[in-house]
C-alpha cells in the first residue's frame, strides 16, 4: 500500500503532494528564531523523508495527522525552534479558519433570520436588516469587523476588545 491521497479538513480527498509537506517546514523554517536555529537544505530534506517514512503504510491520511507527524519529526530531530514555529503557524491558521466560520455563520443568520428572531439584525434601529439594503449594509459591518480583526489590529487588541477590557466602537477600514 502506497499513500496516494490526503483527506482535507473539509471532506474532501485530494492527491498527496510531497511538495506541501517540504513547503510547510521550509515555511516554519523562515521564522526559526536566529541563524543558528534554521534548517539547513539537508536537514530539510531529512525532516521531510522521515514524516514521509512515518505515512508510507497509510493509502489515505488526514491533513491534521500530517501536521502532528511533521511536528513529532522536527523535535526528534532536535529542531525544537523550528517546530515551535509550525505550531503557531497551525495555531494562526486554526485561529483564522475559525474566524472565517463564524463570520459565514453570521452570513447565513443575516440572510435567512428574521430580525425579530436575532439580535445581530437588531442592534441598529436606523437600518431594516429584512430589507434588501440593510442586508447589504450588515453585510458589508461583519466583514470590516472580520477584516480589521483578522488583517489590522493587533491580536492583543483584537483579545482584549472580545474580552471587554476595550471596546472599539466601529471596525470600519477607511
Known amino acids: 500500500m502506497q499513500l496516494t491521497k490526503v483527506r482535507k479538513r473539509s471532506g474532501q480527498r485530494v492527491n ?3 511538495e506541501k509537506i517540504f513547503s510547510a517546514i521550509v515555511g516554519a523554517n523562515r521564522d526559526a528564531s536566529t541563524p543558528a536555529d534554521k534548517l539547513s537544505d539537508a536537514d530539510l530534506e531529512l525532516v521531510t523523508n522521515s514524516v514521509e517514512r512515518s505515512i508510507a503504510d497509510k493509502e489515505i491520511i488526514d491533513v491534521e495527522s500530517i501536521q502532528d507527524l511533521v511536528e513529532k519529526c522536527l523535535m526528534a530531530h532536535g529542531f525544537f525552534d523550528v517546530a515551535k514555529q509550525f505550531i503557531v503557524y497551525r495555531q494562526k491558521h486554526s485561529q483564522r ?6 463570520l459565514m455563520d453570521t452570513y ?19 437600518i431594516n436588516t429584512d430589507a434588501s439594503m440593510g442586508i447589504m449594509l450588515k453585510l458589508g459591518a461583519e466583514s470590516s469587523k472580520y477584516f480589521v480583526d483578522n488583517y489590522v489590529l493587533p491580536e492583543e487588541f483584537v483579545q482584549a476588545d472580545k474580552e471587554n477590557w476595550i471596546h472599539i466602537h466601529e471596525k470600519v477600514v477607511a
Open 16 to 18: 498527496y503532494d510531497r
Open 108 to 126: 447565513r443568520d443575516i440572510f435567512f433570520a428574521d430580525s425579530v428572531d436575532i439580535d445581530l439584525k437588531r442592534d441598529n434601529a436606523n
Open 97 to 102: 479558519r475559525a474566524a472565517q466560520k463564524k
